[in-house]
């Protein structure tokens, strides 16, 4: 086929580096996507609850809220577009809506019927190990094989945090006892709570429906996986630095925009990358992606890569999950360009070098492990990252991680925000009892790791989605383990 010929206002000073920006994403804020969207969030929430933490079905139905899938917001943070939330409980109020679960596909089917609509809109996910829940969507499969995994993991028997053996622990003061009660009392939905030194858990606490075997979500706790990921790769010298371009696979013409980027960028939330928001009245909004990488069954990191540079990269922080995706595109080229297996070698990075047995990263439905959220693992494993960083990124007598990189990771650089590089401050003092330097993964509804370097502890705590948590308590829990064991 013959390429018509170049416009005369255009440089034609020929460019063997790169074929061009990317074409953008172009979010479809239409009615029916976002019912589409929203019986594909409940499904993979399903699938995740009953077929990777184990949940029975009648504790997963009593955790789960419906939630209706929202417009992203521009830079003013405020939805602009439909809101079909009280579609939504009119629907569930009527029965509308079901919930299928096959145990022995570990499949969840969620229906939305509504004479209105016409066809009923349908939404599935699947659960394979090593691959998380599985957002389908509108597909009956995944476009990869989700083969077994072989995962390089110490042997069980061996003492924590190396393996999974945990002893005893120690006998909690009143007062740490006290805490946790006032805590359980008042967070209905924790799952529960871990309190560790680098040698050894102290005090692991669980509700009705937790327990130390059992996986929980961790939602954008997996964040800080990632910004960990990135740590191992400069320390293993297949980056160079935070302070590079990121060499994200569809970014690689020089004279794209997208190359101001920095690794840094967006590791601490200043990529500025946005997409245009196609509304039914036929207007274009600018959005910035909120949760349509877990309601939407699409490749993540393709789409996350055609984002479009909403934003002077550096200047402006936003929260967003698609430069953490993109940050994953990253990963995986890397593992791959060195022919290696990528999802075995995500694991044996870090995970398994930490003997994280029981973490798992959600797929998408290309098979990208989702570099935003949704990983899932045990209290004991998700401790087992902060003691890395209570270490300065050394484990086990070997360093994983650059000198230096927890003070990079847990700092706080830009004023306006206590975000550090994908993980959370206290610098703004939304723990008033607990030190300023205090850092912590943080997911939905409220999961976190805390770090406490100078106490030398870890706390970690779980929460099922959805339910809110009393930070008070917790904030009293922590600040009692830190005057009580330390």
């Known amino acids: 086929m013959t390429r018509p010929p170049v416009e005369p206002i255009f440089d034609r000073t020929p460019h063997p580096f790169g074929d061009g920006a990317v074409a953008p994403m172009v979010y479809d804020a239409g009615p029916a996507a976002l019912r589409q969207r929203t019986v594909n969030f409940a499904a993979k929430r399903h699938a995740d609850m009953l077929f990777v933490s184990g949940l029975d079905r009648a504790t997963a139905d009593r955790h789960h809220r419906w939630r209706a899938a929202l417009v992203p917001a521009g830079l003013d943070a405020r939805p602009d577009g439909l809101d079909l939330s009280a579609e939504l409980r009119e629907a569930v109020a009527a029965g509308r809506l079901t919930v299928q679960a096959d145990p022995a596909d570990k499949r969840v089917t969620v229906c939305w019927n509504d004479p209105s609509f016409g066809a009923p809109v349908v939404g599935s996910a699947?659960?394979?190990?090593?691959?998380?829940?599985?957002?389908?969507?509108?597909?009956?499969?995944?476009?990869?094989?989700?083969?077994?995994?072989?995962?390089?993991?110490?042997?069980?028997?061996?003492?924590?945090?190396?393996?999974?053996?945990?002893?005893?622990?120690?006998?909690?003061?009143?007062?740490?006892?006290?805490?946790?009660?006032?805590?359980?009392?008042?967070?209905?939905?924790?799952?529960?709570?871990?309190?560790?030194?680098?040698?050894?858990?102290?005090?692991?606490?669980?509700?009705?429906?937790?327990?130390?075997?059992?996986?929980?979500?961790?939602?954008?706790?997996?964040?800080?996986?990632?910004?960990?990921?990135?740590?191992?790769?400069?320390?293993?010298?297949?980056?160079?630095?935070?302070?590079?371009p990121v060499p994200a696979p569809l970014w690689s013409d020089p004279r794209g925009i997208h190359r101001l980027i920095t690794l840094d960028h967006l590791l601490r939330m200043r990529g500025?990358?946005?997409?245009?928001?196609?509304?039914?009245?036929?207007?274009?909004?600018?959005?910035?992606?909120?949760?349509?990488?877990?309601?939407?069954?699409?490749?993540?990191?393709?789409?996350?890569?055609?984002?479009?540079?909403?934003?002077?990269p550096g200047s402006v922080f936003r929260y967003i999950n698609a430069g953490m995706n993109v940050l994953?595109?990253?990963?995986?080229?890397?593992?791959?360009?060195?022919?290696?297996?990528?999802?075995?070698?995500?694991?044996?990075?870090?995970?398994?070098?930490?003997?994280?047995?029981?973490?798992?990263h959600s797929a998408d439905i290309a098979g990208n492990f989702i570099a935003?959220?949704?990983?899932?693992?045990?209290?004991?494993?998700?401790?087992?990252?902060?003691?890395?960083?209570?270490?300065?990124?050394?484990?086990?007598?070997?360093?994983?991680?650059?000198?230096?990189?927890?003070?990079?990771?847990?700092?706080?650089?830009?004023?306006?925000?206590?975000?550090?590089?994908?993980?959370?401050?206290?610098?703004?003092?939304?723990?008033?009892?607990?030190p300023e330097d205090t850092a912590w993964a943080s997911g939905a509804s409220d999961q976190r790791i805390f770090i406490l370097r100078r106490a030398r502890l870890v706390v970690a705590v779980a929460n099922e989605t959805d339910h809110k948590m009393d930070l008070g308590a917790l904030n009293r829990l922590v600040a009692t383990a830190i005057a009580t064991l330390a």
């Open 372 to 434: 935003s959220g949704a990983g899932f693992a045990t209290l004991r494993d998700y401790a087992k990252l902060g003691v890395l960083y209570l270490q300065d990124g050394v484990w086990d007598g070997e360093r994983l991680l650059p000198e230096g990189w927890a003070d990079y990771a847990l700092s706080a650089t830009h004023t306006g925000t206590s975000y550090a590089a994908c993980f959370r401050t206290n610098a703004d003092r939304l723990f008033p009892d607990l």
């Open 126 to 244: 699947i659960a394979r190990p090593g691959y998380g829940g599985i957002l389908l969507g509108e597909h009956a499969v995944p476009r990869f094989d989700p083969k077994p995994l072989q995962r390089q993991l110490p042997g069980a028997a061996q003492p924590w945090p190396r393996g999974g053996e945990v002893d005893g622990g120690v006998a909690p003061s009143p007062d740490l006892a006290a805490a946790m009660d006032a805590f359980f009392a008042s967070a209905v939905g924790a799952y529960g709570v871990l309190i560790a030194r680098p040698d050894r858990v102290l005090v692991e606490r669980y509700s009705a429906f937790g327990a130390p075997g059992r996986a929980t979500p961790s939602w954008s706790m997996t964040k800080a996986v990632t910004c960990t990921l990135i740590g191992r790769l400069i320390h293993e010298r297949w980056l160079a630095s935070v302070h590079d």
């Open 328 to 360: 994953g595109a990253v990963i995986r080229d890397q593992i791959m360009r060195r022919g290696l297996p990528y999802h075995e070698t995500v694991y044996a990075l870090l995970a398994d070098r930490l003997g994280m047995a029981s973490y798992q």
């Open 272 to 312: 500025g990358l946005g997409f245009p928001v196609q509304h039914p009245d036929g207007r274009v909004t600018l959005g910035f992606e909120n949760s349509a990488v877990y309601q939407d069954g699409m490749d993540a990191f393709e789409a996350a890569q055609r984002s479009i540079v909403a934003t002077l």
